[in-house]
């Protein structure tokens, strides 16, 4: 992006009031999570499947919720009928200790599908517990394929060419990607039709937007022109706090209406979910979280 999101002088976060500077007035920034939203049809039922849509969910920063919405996006969108494919992209394996998988005692992962011809999808991707969702889990050994693939010859279009045979059975694959701008996420937008943006509202969150911003445009101009954003999402809100107000209301300043207008607030239910091995639509399905990635899910759909 050529130029900042904010600077300075119009944001001063957590810093001391100068004599002349007035004192922000709580009442002067109001809830951006409350502006008018759009009207969003309940999906219609599907009579059959494919092809899919690759949405890469992705932040160079770590702990924005790229798993936990990854997670709980795809459940959400199984439960309007869809078939979604969750690829753990991150060799931490978070995506697939959040869906109950143990990494470590895998034997066969998506570093084997991108790194040994021999091995197919169907000899990796496993069943979830959520009806019409299906996982192609990561571990450690994803560490390595970073510098395995810089002496394979069309390297970024790895992840691409491995789940090509996918996409006919699926309506949306949702890519889980590392916190990090490396080769691993440059695979997930190059064979992306959209990214996901999952944005805390924090000020050193909103500040990596634009590399990142910067990167997903290089990809688009060498890669993938057919690369677009398909939104942002606000996470771990709190309307009760100025700071995160004021920062929400920066992003939707700056991005209008490629911010979803759903908001995902901080609770207590998504940390339990991780430990259950759930999504929250299963784990607590009335819960406000839960239908907050259903809202999303709709707008997905819609998009």
Same mark, same amino acid.
């Given at each position: 992006?050529?130029?900042?999101?904010?600077?300075?002088?119009?944001?001063?976060?957590?810093?001391?009031?100068?004599?002349?500077?007035?004192?922000?007035?709580?009442?002067?920034?109001?809830?951006?999570?409350?502006?008018?939203?759009?009207?969003?049809?309940?999906?219609?039922?599907?009579?059959?499947?494919?092809?899919?849509?690759?949405?890469?969910?992705?932040?160079?920063?770590? @702990?924005?919720?790229?798993?936990? !919405?990854? &997670?709980? +996006?795809? /459940? $959400?969108?199984?439960?309007?009928?869809?078939? %979604?494919?969750?690829?753990?992209?991150?060799?931490?394996?978070?995506?697939?200790?959040?869906?109950?998988?143990?990494?470590?005692?895998?034997?066969?992962?998506?570093?084997?599908?991108?790194?040994?011809?021999?091995?197919?999808?169907?000899?990796?991707?496993?069943?979830?517990?959520?009806? @019409?969702?299906?996982?192609?889990? !990561?571990? &450690?050994? +994803?560490? /390595? $394929?970073?510098?395995?693939?810089?002496?394979? %010859?069309?390297?970024?279009?790895?992840?691409?060419?491995?789940?090509?045979?996918?996409?006919?059975?699926?309506?949306?694959?949702?890519?889980?990607?590392?916190?990090?701008?490396?080769?691993?996420?440059?695979?997930?937008?190059?064979?992306?039709?959209?990214?996901?943006?999952?944005?805390?509202?924090?000020?050193?969150?909103?500040?990596?937007?634009? +590399?990142?911003?910067?990167?997903?445009?290089?990809?688009?101009d060498r890669l993938n022109p057919d690369l677009e954003i398909t939104g942002i999402l606000a996470t771990m809100y709190d309307p009760r706090t100025l700071h995160t107000r004021e920062v929400m209301a920066r992003v939707v300043e700056a991005f209008g209406d490629l911010v979803f207008d759903t908001?995902?607030?901080?609770?207590?239910?998504?940390?339990?979910?991780?430990?259950?091995?759930?999504?929250?639509?299963?784990?607590?399905?009335?819960?406000?979280?839960?239908?907050?990635?259903?809202?999303?899910?709709?707008?997905?759909?819609?998009?």
């Amino acid at each position: 992006m050529s130029a900042p999101l904010f600077d300075a002088e119009s944001l001063r976060m957590g810093e001391p009031a100068r004599p002349d500077v007035a004192a922000p007035v709580v009442a002067e920034v109001p809830d951006p999570s409350s502006r008018p939203h759009r009207e969003i049809p309940t999906p219609a039922p599907l009579s059959g499947h494919g092809p899919a849509t690759v949405l890469a969910m992705c932040n160079q920063k770590g @702990g924005v919720g790229k798993t936990t !919405s990854t &997670i709980n +996006l795809g /459940a $959400a969108l199984a439960e309007y009928g869809r078939k %979604v494919l969750l690829v753990d992209f991150d060799p931490q394996g978070a995506l697939s200790v959040g869906l109950g998988v143990q990494p470590h005692e895998l034997d066969t992962t998506i570093y084997n599908l991108i790194m040994e011809r021999r091995v197919t999808l169907d000899d990796v991707v496993l069943r979830t517990g959520v009806e @019409g969702l299906d996982l192609l889990p !990561s571990n &450690i050994d +994803l560490s /390595a $394929a970073e510098v395995q693939l810089v002496s394979e %010859v069309g390297r970024e279009q790895t992840l691409g060419r491995v789940l090509a045979p996918a996409l006919p059975h699926y309506d949306f694959v949702l890519v889980d990607c590392q916190p990090s701008l490396g080769l691993l996420t440059v695979n997930a937008l190059a064979c992306a039709h959209g990214v996901l943006i999952p944005l805390e509202c924090e000020y050193f969150s909103l500040r990596g937007v634009a +590399l990142l911003m910067d990167t997903i445009e290089k990809v688009q101009d060498r890669l993938n022109p057919d690369l677009e954003i398909t939104g942002i999402l606000a996470t771990m809100y709190d309307p009760r706090t100025l700071h995160t107000r004021e920062v929400m209301a920066r992003v939707v300043e700056a991005f209008g209406d490629l911010v979803f207008d759903t908001v995902i607030n901080r609770t207590v239910r998504f940390p339990e979910t991780t430990v259950a091995g759930e999504p929250i639509t299963k784990w607590a399905s009335r819960s406000q979280g839960a239908e907050a990635y259903r809202a999303l899910a709709r707008e997905v759909i819609a998009r």
